[in-house]
């Protein structure tokens, strides 16, 4: 089994560190996006939507990052404030740098894409003077999102909170999340991710984005269990791969491997199913649950996500997700 | 009275020249942007504004620009077709440049205001390479918005329309447009505004941006008589300042000055009062009609158009602008 | 003939305007630069020896530029007023800027070649804050350099001295001096020198420089009474077409056409010939000669430096220029 | 004592990473820069001057590295081959960067200073892909340059030569070398050495530099026990903390600490003093020698080097540190 340390005295639960942006959900869907003529806007970003998340199923949830200092930011932290999300730490920006956009086409539950707004965007301007060794220190556990890695001064701030994680014994998640935008190439990002890995606890991320980052090594291909005793070599306690429609196993640095069940659902369209799972997951970890309990509570999670419209408004309670469970089928 | 050239043997009236973007529109208005959840899209830009007016009141209309190679992009192209505007000289973009955003925010008809996604666009990566010297022999005017000077490559494709223009005797009308984002300071706002003005029959601008353009003048000082001499000693032949609210005067190289007539109305907001205005107005110059005639045309577009929740969508066609004239109350 | 209406009762004659850069010139000649290993330090840069060239050759001189704040920047400063160059339109830039350099390769006299660094030079910082509107109306002449046309800020620079220059009736050189570093691409290129060539009442370039600047012409053909028709059509009286060792011509807007002499001498370099000859044709026009006989002596001015090891230290005299004169022999 | 497994059995001792330029030492000395006229050229750039100054003492060394190309690198690349250094690491740029120079004023034998050309230079063009897993293990040591994590992509290519050396254990050396010029900010700064450092063995920098990279703790304050204390545990075994003229002091994992001896020398520049030091201690290290006695023959080479105007063309060989330490007078 898995040991995480969760210092049981300290107030906040979970601190997620990285990307606050806009999805511009179209209302008209099942066709390509250049026939919808509305829009629905939400508070969006893979740790935003974790937060999201984590805060619905009552985990004391922070956030550390930046806004725009305009009324896209002021929307965003509105929504985390309403959603009882600390926001100490969050900053806005004074350089002029934007909210990201991610307008998103359905064309059928299938076939989904996100057309990316990212060019100087306020998240990537957090900077290591944003970063408060103190608050980090009042966490039990730290997620980070890999595209706060993506330039500086962000990476920077991410590396430094990893630091001040490390020396105060806060858990750190790490969430891969790679997304080629903004990075300069594909050497860059194994580089500064595998720099970031070396310091995590706990590291979810698909079987592609491992590969990314073991592009260095000869010997690389795919091998899950040798991802994983990779990461073991240093910090990790959990490796979480995942294999899309497959489902996820999880590896324990004691050697044990695990998978969750999936349910079936009704997809609308297959965005936050990621972010619905992750967060899930972590409240299980946080309730001590064994590792296939956890998972399949994620799954629950994300099933009832990839049913609506929304990502981070669609994120369910703990009732919701019982509720779920308790109706629908379980396919594995 | 003012002599403009348009060589009736052409088979095109007008090519307008530049920005090329997307409006979105909050719907639910008389509040801040945070608290409105859902945008209307239209085809938005100052050029695509004045272009779409110019096809509405019938005149034979073409394009010079470039969108993204996106949904975006597409959803521009598709609208200026349906509205009758050739896009032989809509280029796309290959460098993953984005379409530019305007987000409107309503708060009261006096207090509109606009959050603009202006980074990486693709109407700046316009190019000398994308600048056809036959399309532009084929037309009897070419008007260019001033936002299309505000980077490379897309201010060199400017002059080099402007070059092509004077070689082939093509009315040149330059709508200054000005916005300070995109430009890196005042003196080269005003050192390449000062460049393209010179070679230009007609210039529409607000007395502000008329003094921006004098800014390197130790004698300025908002003389509307004194700026319109200054480009009659260059190519132009009518001057129009814009005052705001009270109205706009139009000199001409012969020593004229004509005021417009100006009409009440409901005022929804404000945008797109001057891209309407100009359409008409350009209207107005190819029927032959004397200024004031014009002027006041351009004025009941501009009146139909602050009226309604669009720019682009909104713009009249000549008997949606007679009815008005004949049931409105005329002002001034 | 030519008309020139250099304004008799201003102070200054001519001041200089763009690059002011070093020369480091290998001393161990005729071997290729991995094979040298000391460099002697001079004053460089088209504009700057031109200045340097007039100057030595009593003409009233001034310098508008910028340099950097370094040992590089003030060895340039001292070098101009031990010359008798007026600096005050010299300025030191403060953001951290580099002066220019130029190591020069002398393989043979006929195979020189030259190592630039351009990177985040002084010279290109020159800004519109820098021109002042007073001293260039006390001046009879202004030169100006293409080079500074190369980018932002001098760029703009560059237009406004023009703008001045223009409404002070000081006549103005353009030496194109065409480099193809610094610039983004030939379409930049032509845009930037075509607008600066319209205003101009002399311009002096090589044929493959004029053929740069008419890029965008279907009909180029490298035809230089085309070449020089063009400029006479807006403010040029004199246009000088080099041909390299086949000698120049020169245009007048009167429709003449006029060739000078070339002498024979002993070649050490190549560097530095189109500088000392257009200094020497400039203090011919401003005495009233007619052009073969300055440009005789422009190519005598010539001959002198490219049998000298530096470009701007072995600037001649009028002595110098008439001993050589009289015991040269002219080839053509 | 320290341990360094230094793998026996490969063929190379040592393999430099970094920083490859000129140094332009003014011939002229004790006057500012602005009287001096010639300049001799040398190789230059800390890991190279470390490289040349091993090389020297019979270490087999290697280099990884990227020139520009033009004359200054392959004149770089000549030396380097003269000075029996394998160059099969050390590649040809092809973007157009240029070689680094630095211009050295020697005032005074206490006033030296450096005017340095760091814009687009070649060395922090060195990639991830110009890294060789093969010919790292191939080595017995690496020795790394902080100046090399300055810019991508050389910062990546630094990280993943590291990578490789501590999988195939290469003992990890790193110069701290902080020059501020080419990095953005110190928090990006101290942020990137701190992730190099984590992964090495022996490390040297000076007192400034250590402080440098503590600034995000608050216990910050110049206690050398604790600065080498942080790094063994990571991985370091000998951390190195220079004090200027009171001389250096060398850490131990296990504890000790170690002051080595000084000479008096005529000093006639101060550049140089730590590269040559370096590589004379570092050889120490190959032959097995106690710290002290590696130490003191550091220093001896340091004097030697301060004591002659050139860095790189100066290191002395073992007959000539054996020969002055006979000769030489020790002062601590």
Same mark, same amino acid.
């Given at each position: 089994?898995?040991?995480?340390?969760?210092?049981? #005295?300290?107030?906040? *639960?979970?601190?997620?560190?990285?990307?606050?942006?806009?999805?511009?959900?179209?209302?008209?869907?099942?066709?390509?996006?250049?026939?919808?003529?509305?829009?629905?806007?939400?508070?969006?970003?893979?740790?935003?939507?974790?937060?999201?998340?984590?805060? $619905?199923?009552?985990?004391?949830?922070?956030?550390?990052?930046?806004?725009?200092?305009?009324?896209?930011?002021?929307?965003?932290?509105? !929504?985390?404030?309403?959603?009882?999300? *600390?926001?100490?730490?969050?900053?806005?920006?004074?350089?002029?740098?934007?909210?990201?956009?991610?307008?998103?086409?359905?064309?059928?539950?299938?076939?989904?894409?996100?057309?990316?707004?990212?060019?100087?965007?306020?998240? =990537?301007?957090?900077?290591?003077?944003?970063?408060? %060794?103190? !608050?980090?220190?009042?966490?039990?556990?730290?997620?980070?999102?890999?595209?706060?890695?993506?330039?500086?001064?962000?990476?920077?701030?991410?590396?430094?909170?990893? %630091?001040?994680?490390?020396?105060?014994?806060?858990?750190?998640?790490?969430?891969?999340?790679?997304?080629? !935008?903004?990075?300069?190439?594909?050497?860059?990002?194994?580089?500064? !991710?595998?720099?970031?890995?070396?310091?995590?606890?706990?590291?979810?991320?698909? $079987?592609?984005?491992? #590969?990314?980052?073991?592009?260095?090594?000869?010997?690389?291909?795919?091998?899950?269990?040798?991802?994983?005793?990779?990461?073991?070599?240093?910090?990790?306690?959990?490796?979480?791969?995942?294999?899309?429609? %497959?489902?996820?196993?999880?590896?324990?640095?004691?050697?044990?491997?695990?998978?969750?069940?999936?349910?079936?659902?009704?997809? =609308?369209?297959?965005?936050?199913?990621?972010? &619905?799972?992750? &967060?899930? =997951?972590?409240?299980?970890?946080?309730?001590?649950?064994?590792?296939? $309990?956890?998972?399949?509570?994620?799954?629950?999670?994300?099933?009832?996500?990839? &049913?609506?419209?929304?990502?981070?408004?669609?994120?369910?309670?703990?009732?919701?997700?019982?509720?779920?469970?308790?109706?629908?089928?379980?396919?594995?």
């Amino acid at each position: 089994m898995y040991k995480l340390d969760l210092k049981k #005295d300290r107030p906040i *639960d979970l601190i997620a560190l990285g990307r606050l942006c806009i999805d511009l959900n179209a209302n008209e869907i099942n066709r390509p996006m250049e026939e919808t003529r509305t829009f629905t806007k939400y508070v969006g970003g893979s740790p935003a939507n974790i937060a999201i998340g984590a805060a $619905r199923l009552d985990l004391k949830t922070g956030f550390i990052g930046k806004v725009s200092d305009d009324q896209m930011g002021r929307f965003i932290q509105h !929504y985390l404030i309403e959603n009882d999300i *600390d926001v100490s730490g969050v900053e806005v920006d004074q350089t002029g740098a934007m909210t990201g956009l991610a307008f998103t086409e359905i064309k059928s539950p299938e076939d989904c894409s996100i057309l990316m707004y990212r060019d100087n965007v306020a998240d =990537l301007k957090l900077s290591t003077t944003d970063i408060d %060794e103190e !608050y980090i220190k009042r966490s039990k556990a730290l997620l980070i999102s890999g595209t706060a890695l993506a330039a500086s001064p962000s990476r920077e701030a991410v590396y430094l909170a990893l %630091e001040y994680a490390r020396k105060h014994d806060v858990v750190v998640l790490f969430d891969i999340d790679y997304r080629p !935008y903004t990075w300069n190439s594909p050497e860059e990002t194994a580089t500064f !991710y595998n720099l970031a890995a070396e310091k995590c606890d706990v590291i979810i991320g698909t $079987r592609e984005e491992f #590969d990314m980052m073991e592009q260095f090594e000869r010997e690389a291909g795919a091998d899950d269990q040798k991802t994983a005793k990779k990461w073991f070599d240093h910090h990790a306690e959990i490796v979480i791969i995942k294999h899309g429609a %497959e489902g996820s196993i999880a590896y324990t640095k004691d050697g044990g491997s695990y998978k969750g069940g999936i349910f079936k659902t009704k997809v =609308l369209k297959t965005f936050g199913a990621g972010d &619905s799972y992750a &967060s899930a =997951l972590i409240y299980g970890l946080f309730q001590g649950w064994d590792l296939p $309990r956890a998972m399949t509570f994620g799954s629950a999670s994300a099933s009832i996500v990839i &049913s609506k419209h929304s990502c981070s408004d669609a994120m369910p309670t703990v009732e919701e997700i019982e509720s779920f469970m308790a109706e629908a089928q379980q396919v594995t």
